[in-house]
């Protein structure tokens, strides 16, 4: 595949994203400015992720934080997005190269976050990733531990938490995934109403299931299969 046939194969695929998340969005009564792509980039090299920024896809999404410093690297105008889990020595070089954290999966990731903000003198932005599905394979709180976070949250002067994460089990029916993502909206909702804080966000959906995720309210999609499946590097 040349360079000219993988950025029109790449342009038609974000296209059918886009116009999936508006039709998805008409079903629920939102406006589909609400929703931002974060087009998933783990399997994508920098060339082929700067190609899907330079179509307007300006929100990548990186699993591992060294393959998000690459990313950060080749592609300067990208915003970053970190999805996947954050140990606490790799924080200092990270954060600084990130627009929000997905996936804070712990009270010890959330405290070093927390002082890693304070000493910088800026907070953090995360979203806090919770195992709504009740998947032993998938990190996060447990849903029921979520409550009791409350009074922890609105103590944090070095983080700002924007809202929750979540990942449906995988299923053939799509529809599977709707109850996880209803639940994430109910613990937001109850979180939002014990700390008064804003958590307009809600990160959920993946190649398989971000329709359903968007009508149930999402904010973020992370959509990296449907994109990026099947391209290599251009040939000359």
């Not at 990313?71 to 970053?80: F, Q, S």
Request: glycine residues 10%; hydrophobic residues 40%.
């Amino acid at each position: 595949m040349t360079d000219s046939e993988l950025r029109s194969v790449l342009a038609e695929r974000v296209a059918s994203v886009r116009a999936h998340i508006g039709d998805a969005c008409r079903r629920a009564g939102r406006d589909a400015g609400s929703v931002t792509l974060v087009a998933v980039t783990k399997t994508a090299s920098p060339h082929v992720a700067a190609i899907v920024e330079e179509l307007g896809v300006h929100d990548l999404g990186e699993s591992r934080p060294q393959e998000l410093w690459k990313k950060a690297g080749a592609i300067p105008g990208a915003r970053l997005h970190l999805i996947g889990h954050l140990q606490r020595n790799k924080i200092d070089r990270t954060i600084p190269l990130v627009e929000l954290v997905h996936s804070v999966d712990s009270e010890r990731v959330l405290a070093a976050l927390d002082a890693f903000g304070r000493k910088r003198g800026t907070p953090v932005p995360v979203l806090l990733e919770v195992n709504c599905s009740g998947e032993a394979s998938k990190g996060g709180f447990a849903p029921e531990d979520v409550p009791a976070l409350s009074d922890k949250l609105v103590s944090l002067a070095g983080v700002e938490v924007r809202g929750l994460m979540t990942m449906a089990a995988y299923a053939d029916d799509p529809q599977a995934a709707r109850p996880t993502f209803a639940a994430l909206r109910g613990l937001r909702d109850a979180l939002r109403a014990r700390t008064g804080l804003p958590l307009a966000e809600l990160s959920m959906g993946m190649s398989n299931d971000f329709e359903i995720g968007v009508e149930e309210g999402a904010t973020f999609v992370r959509v990296g299969t449907t994109l990026f499946e099947g391209l290599g590097e251009p040939r000359p």
